[in-house]
């Protein structure tokens, strides 16, 4: 009988790498990574030249938050890294971004921006939004829709990770005021790592509903 390699593997919430190479008695695994560099458990079955590989699933947390009526520019707290009682989240060192779905409803006069980004330097002063999503409206009354995918293990909102326009130095994000949240609630204060939306507004008004899947390290 001809020696045979099977491999199993589990994909969850993300893929995993195998890599192999001919040994003595058939295959033998000695890679094996998952899309969050982690290295998975590995049961060996020699006399069949097998391997099994099982990769635990990664929880994702999600957010939504409602802006009705935008008639000014206006940023919103979407994850506040260091606030692990509101959020469900528990490591605070940055977000890894799965997923948005973004739902833009303007009236016909509503001129302005939507962007999505993450904070850095932020003080009592100002801070700066690293913005990597940024939707212009100009003047139109049409619903729009927007869906997006970070793959694999996701997208690291981190400042060597990201080459992208930066907004600095602007005091809508301070560590001593307080912008609304999910909840609807104005009580959250800007902070080093955490996901923003800022709506900038020219003319008229806009409704923003955004979702958000992600995780934390």
Known sequence: MKKLISILILLL?????????????????????????????????????????SQG???????????????????????????????????????????????????????GDVEIGFLTNVDSTNGDLN???????????????IGFSHADHGLDLKTDELFGPIDTNSAIWQTDVNIQGPDGNTSYPSGDGDLVML??????????????GYTTK
Do not use: C
């Open 13 to 53: 919430s993300f893929p995993v790498l195998v890599f192999a190479q001919p040994g003595a008695g058939g295959f033998k695994a000695i890679n094996i990574e998952g899309g969050d560099g982690t290295v998975a458990d590995v049961i060996s079955h020699e006399g069949e030249n097998s391997v099994i590989v």
């Open 199 to 212: 709506i900038t507004r020219t003319a008229g008004t806009v409704d923003v509903g955004i979702s958000v």
């Open 57 to 111: 699933h990664r929880e994702v947390f999600h957010i939504h938050l409602d802006a009705q009526a935008i008639a000014a520019t206006e940023g919103f707290m979407l994850i506040d890294l260091s606030n692990v009682v509101n959020w469900k989240h528990t490591d605070t060192d940055h977000i890894v971004l799965e997923w948005i779905t973004l739902n833009v409803n303007p009236t016909t006069a509503f001129r």
């Open 131 to 145: 913005i990597f999503h940024n939707y212009h409206f100009e003047q139109q009354a049409a619903e729009v829709v």
